[in-house]
Structures are given as structure tokens and as C-alpha cells.
């Protein structure tokens, strides 16, 4: 029976890890050892429904009782130094987007795993979604011709409903919607297409957090123009337009369409039964752990490095968004 150790006890864990982990407990080969969250009332809470599983005061303490695995579900700044610990002990640890602050974090998180030996993957969980993969193999198979175009919307009002403060938090690293959406965002497009090139990207932080921003980038020979809100609420949708067709993806319900010549595709949407749920794309890693599945039936930590790789290009060039009425 593995043990198995979570770290961050918010709303992550809660609303997806939880029932994840009950699931994988009943099938027998996974038992949640303990917990660790600096706020012990949300560790508590977290543990209602493992009445086995213990509130550690400490990462240590819980290093000391899970011995094969660890979830690192604590907020991004603190996902590096946890990480590294669990590994020098040799644990594999399955960590929360995104993986790091920064790639130099993650390169020494990605070196601490090599040393010991261990796997170190992230839970990208998007590149579970049936709909991500099959624009993934529509990509590859260069089904609607050469790509030209990227055009994405995606956002809404947040309302996700954090624990801690760090999601607005500049001094935790975070600059808003860009680490919210943006991380997995850029992760499928360069999962799909490539590491991205000739970034810009412009938000309305204004010394704050930003809850707009656009990214423009280049993959390949296509551009793309990715445009995110925190604030605002319009149909999320990705339109990828290629040489012979088109690919149009409705991020409200996962549709995906595709359009080449006379022909026409179409994966319907949530609720006709071709879909995983959020639910099972964040179980599909813990079933993995439980039945101790091969490295390849996780998102690993040095596949993700072009997005982070991206994400950091977008802050090093970041300058503020156009903001007529403001003057
Ligand atoms: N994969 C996804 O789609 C997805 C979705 C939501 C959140 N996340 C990620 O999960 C992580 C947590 O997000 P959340 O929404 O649960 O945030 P949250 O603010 O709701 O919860 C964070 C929890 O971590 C605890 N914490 C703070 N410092 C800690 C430390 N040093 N060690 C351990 N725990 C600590 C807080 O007390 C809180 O309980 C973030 O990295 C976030 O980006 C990923």
C-alpha cells in the first residue's frame, strides 16, 4: 500500500485532490499518510474525510510518514524549496502548476530529481482533456494544413475560491492572470507546436495584479494572440486557422470543430459522454501513482520547461497595457 503525502490544504486539494484521493483509497494501493498546511485549520479540514491520515506541524514531519509519495498543492513560491526536500529523500513528487516561480527554479528542482533518481511531474491537467489532445494530434498530422493563426480568448470574473492570499500576491512572484490562465495556456500551445518565439505581452497591472493581459507570440511560422480576463466575460474560444482548414475550440463546453475543404469534424461537447471532467483529467495522475504506472503516464517536469520558458519571456518584456480611457 503506497503512502502518500499532501502539501497545501486550500482549494485545490479540497475540491479535486480529495475526492482523487478517496477514490484511489478504495481501490486499495494508495493510503493519504498525512498532511501538511502552516494553517493547521485548513490542514483539519482538509483531513475530515482521511480520519487515518495525520495534520503534520511540519514538511518534515510529513516527509517522515510518506515514504512514496508526495503532492505538492502549496502555493507556487513554495513549490521549489518543498519539492527539492522531498526528493533529497528520494519521493517522488507530483506538484502544482505551475511547477516554479521561475526556470531556474524548476531547472534545480528537474536536477534534484535527476540525482535521486526520481519522478518529479506536474499536474498540467489540462493535456488530459480529450479535447487538448485531439487538436494535439490534429497538429501533428498537419490536418488543416500549414498553421498561419492563433486567435484565443479565454477568462471571467475569478471565482475560484482560494484559501490564501498568494493568487494576488506580487511579492509571492505572481503578476495575475498570466500565472492563473496563462500558465496553461502557453503550456498546450508549446506541448503542441514547439517553444515560442518573439514574445510580447502587455497587462494592466499598473503595480498591481494584473487582470488583463494580451501575449503575442510566434510558434513556428503561425502567430498567435492570446488575449485573458479576469474581469471580463466573453465566449472562451480558440481559433487555429491553417493553410486548408480550420480548428475551433469552445473552451465553454469542449467542443472542438474542424473544417478542411468540404468536410467537417466534430467532438461534442460536455455532457455527451465523450468527455473526461476536470475532476478525472486531476484523478487520472493518482490512479497513475496508485497503480504505479509508467513515467509516461505523467505530465514530467522537463516537458514543461518551454511554457515556463514562455511564461518568463512574457515578464521579462511586460509593459502596460493600452488604456485610453485612463487619460
Ligand atoms: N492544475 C490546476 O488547474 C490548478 C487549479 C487550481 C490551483 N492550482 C494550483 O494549486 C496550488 C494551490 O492553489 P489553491 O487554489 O489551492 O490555493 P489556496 O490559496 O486556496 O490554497 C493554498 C493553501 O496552501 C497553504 N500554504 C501556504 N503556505 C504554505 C506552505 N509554505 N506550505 C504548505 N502549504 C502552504 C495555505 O494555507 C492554503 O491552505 C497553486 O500552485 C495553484 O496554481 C492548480
Known amino acids: 500500500m503506497k503512502r502518500l503525502g499532501i502539501v497545501g490544504c486550500g482549494a485545490v486539494a479540497r475540491r479535486y485532490y480529495a475526492p482523487a484521493l478517496l477514490k484511489a483509497e478504495a481501490g486499495g494501493k494508495l493510503k493519504l499518510a498525512g498532511a501538511f498546511d502552516p494553517d493547521t485549520r485548513a490542514a483539519h479540514r482538509f483531513l475530515d474525510d482521511f480520519p487515518d491520515a495525520s495534520a503534520e506541524a511540519t514538511l518534515e514531519g510529513l516527509l517522515g510518514i510518506a515514504h512514496d509519495q508526495v503532492i505538492i ?10 519539492a527539492i526536500a522531498a526528493l533529497r529523500r528520494k519521493i517522488p513528487v507530483h506538484c502544482e502548476k505551475p511547477l516554479a516561480t521561475g526556470v531556474d527554479d524548476a531547472l ?64 509571492s ?19 503542441w507546436l514547439g517553444a515560442a518565439t518573439g514574445i510580447t505581452y502587455c497587462d494592466d497591472a499598473m503595480g498591481g495584479i ?65 468527455h473526461q471532467t476536470f475532476e478525472q483529467a486531476f484523478a487520472a495522475p493518482i490512479e497513475a501513482i496508485a ?15 518551454p511554457s515556463l520558458q514562455a511564461v518568463e519571456a512574457c515578464k521579462a518584456v511586460r509593459t502596460a497595457m493600452a488604456m485610453p480611457w485612463l487619460k
Not at 295 to 300: E, R
Open 108 to 171: 534545480a528542482m528537474i536536477a534534484e530529481a535527476r540525482r535521486a533518481g526520481t519522478r518529479l511531474s506536474v499536474n498540467m491537467v489540462r493535456r488530459k482533456l480529450l479535447s487538448a489532445q485531439s487538436i494535439g494530434s490534429m497538429m501533428m498530422l498537419g490536418s488543416i494544413g500549414e498553421l498561419r493563426s492563433i486567435e484565443i480568448f479565454e477568462g471571467g470574473p475569478f471565482s475560484w475560491p482560494v484559501d490564501s492570499p498568494a493568487y494576488f500576491d506580487p511579492a
Open 173 to 191: 512572484g505572481a503578476v495575475g492572470v498570466l500565472d492563473d490562465l496563462g500558465t496553461h495556456i502557453l503550456d498546450l500551445l508549446c506541448w
Open 210 to 274: 494584473a487582470a488583463n493581459c494580451l501575449i503575442q507570440a510566434s510558434f513556428g511560422i503561425a502567430t498567435a494572440r492570446i488575449r485573458l480576463s479576469r474581469d471580463w466575460h466573453r465566449p472562451n474560444r480558440w481559433t487555429l486557422i491553417g493553410s486548408e482548414g480550420l480548428i475551433v475550440w469552445n473552451r465553454e463546453d469542449e467542443s472542438v470543430e474542424a473544417e478542411v475543404g468540404s468536410s467537417r469534424w466534430r467532438l461534442s461537447g460536455a455532457g455527451s459522454g465523450q
Open 291 to 305: 497503480n504505479d504506472s509508467p513515467d509516461s503516464a505523467f505530465v514530467l517536469a522537463g516537458d514543461i520547461l
Open 73 to 82: 498543492a502549496s502555493p507556487p513560491a513554495f513549490h521549489r524549496e518543498q
